[in-house]
């Protein structure tokens, strides 16, 4: 099956929770949740007493089984709000009935999809944070093994090493997992996909969850490589087999943005069939710039003329060094630029890593680590860390390149200013930023939704284009 597109337009004909206007954001929330006391206990000792906007409106109809589509700015707690009814659903299930019972439930347990191998290592770290005497067997695709501590607690120097996982071969890695006794498994799409076809060659054990969790879903069903690899995995778990079983699964989805359009209308039927009409639940502020956020912008072609002896890098080095904070992630659009940018910093004692996809594995890990500990002030990446990684006490992003379109801004920018806090973003605008550049900051400045400009009938860039009198035209309508 061709991967398809998800839009606004398929909600406009389910049930909508966007319009509550009153909310219980009382410290009785999550205890008026009736939550397993095990986890609930977990949840105090992590200090999570207040909900945010999104959980109080999401967490009640996706513990009560509603299929949902939970949609909110970055930064705003969604995670919680599928994994605690993930959890709490698993823990009373298997604490309550004997273990052999409990094996024998159909279907049971949870497959949550993350686009990124360190994002999936969040989400564990999470879970492990909730689960701290490890009730739940929880398993993860991947070798990264640490981005956040497993608790609050001061961690050992060797902690990190005890937290990897080694590099094994993948063969080994699947029979290594014990289906049987699975709880959660975390995994990215292609990964998992992989997974099950050569499980079901090695192990007969059925895999049959009671929760698919597809996080950051306009990636993973979008127009992209990941979505043929959830399209697969969700072939085998999902209402088109006409499988009895597969009414009592429950799906959630969570995001911060969502692609516009279906490509046709049997697009449409397979979200009916897949997710048997999900709630979709949004946010006040989705496809808002968080208020708190400064933007300052540095126009480069004025600010070379003013200084002829800088070159683009002296300005981000000047930048920097102007910066009060103490962690600064610098977005850039290639590998080549990431890493020639971090050794000129460095050259300019600066401490400063480059992060890309072409890192090894080892690599990844270190660089998140040493960024996340404080090791190292800037991390200068591509658009790998702009997805759901929760980076701690990051108040300042500097777009180094702007970012190519409006959804890419939405989710750079969402690295600052998570739960509330202030940040300041710095963009660089060159002369062909500038079209996107009027666009966003006119949003931004009304406190209006960026959705508006994220696609039309030609991207952006050609927009531009047309608008200083190029005849360059799209011949189809393609999403950013």
């Known amino acids: 099956m061709r991967p398809f597109k998800l839009s606004k337009n398929i909600f406009s004909h389910l049930r909508l929770s966007k319009n509550i206007l009153f909310y219980n954001f009382s410290s009785d ?25 999104i959980q109080v409106k ?10 949902a589509v939970v949609t909110a700015e970055t930064g705003s707690g969604k995670t919680l709000c599928y994994l605690l009814p993930v959890m709490n659903h698993i823990l009373s299930k298997k604490l309550d009935l004997a273990p052999e019972v409990y094996r024998q439930n159909s279907p049971r347990g949870a497959i949550i999809l993350v686009p990124t191998k360190e994002l999936g290592a969040q989400v564990y770290a999470m879970i492990r944070r909730l689960d701290k005497k490890n009730k739940l067997d929880v398993s993860r695709t991947g070798s990264i093994g640490y981005i956040a501590p497993i608790s609050d607690d001061k961690q050992p120097k060797d902690a990190r090493t ?6 094994l071969a993948f063969e080994s890695v699947v029979r290594g997992i014990d289906w049987d006794q699975l709880d959660i498994l975390v995994s990215t799409p292609s990964q998992l996909d992989q997974m099950l076809k050569l ?19 306009d990636l993973l069903l979008g127009d992209t490589n990941i979505a043929r690899s959830t399209i697969s995995i969700l072939n085998r778990f999902c209402n088109v087999h ?20 279906i490509n046709n209308e049997k697009g449409t039927q397979f979200i009916d069939k897949v997710f048997k009409r999900p709630i979709c639940i949004e946010s006040e502020n989705f496809y808002k710039i968080s208020e708190k956020m400064k933007h300052v912008v540095i126009r480069v072609n004025d600010y070379l003329n003013a200084n002829p002896n800088f070159s683009i890098q002296d300005i981000l080095v000047d930048q920097i060094k102007k910066s009060t904070s103490q962690r600064i992630i610098v977005f850039v659009q290639s590998q080549a630029s990431s890493e020639s940018i971090a050794k000129h910093l460095q050259d300019h004692d600066i401490k400063a ?96 939704r960026i959705d508006p400009i994220i696609s039309r009938k030609r991207s952006l860039s050609k927009n531009y284009k047309r608008s200083k009198g190029s005849d360059d035209e799209m011949s189809s309508d393609d999403d950013n």
């Open 29 to 53: 929330f999550f205890k008026n949740l009736h939550l397993n006391p095990y986890l609930f206990a977990n949840l105090k000792e992590n200090k999570i007493s207040e909900p945010t906007s």
């Open 162 to 167: 005890s937290l990897r996982l080694n590099d």
């Open 353 to 448: 890593l480059s992060f890309h996809a072409n890192l090894n594995t080892e690599q990844r890990i270190d660089t998140l680590a040493n960024f996340d500990e404080g090791k190292v002030r800037v991390l200068v990446s591509t658009d790998l860390a702009s997805r759901g990684l929760d980076f701690q006490n990051v108040d300042h992003v500097i777009q180094f390149d702007f970012a190519l379109d409006a959804v890419s801004f939405l989710h750079r920018v969402g690295r600052t200013c998570r739960m509330g806090r202030n940040g300041v973003v710095t963009s660089f605008v060159r002369e062909n930023d500038e079209f996107l550049y009027e666009k966003v900051q006119k949003l931004i400045c009304n406190h209006q």
């Open 199 to 217: 499980k079901d060659q090695t192990n007969p054990y059925q895999v049959d969850p009671k929760f698919i969790v597809i996080d950051e879903f």
């Open 58 to 67: 999401s967490l009640e109809h996706v513990i009560n089984g509603e299929n």
């Open 242 to 261: 006409n499988n009895p079983q597969n009414i009592n699964r429950q799906f959630i989805l969570t995001g911060a943005s969502f692609p516009l359009r």
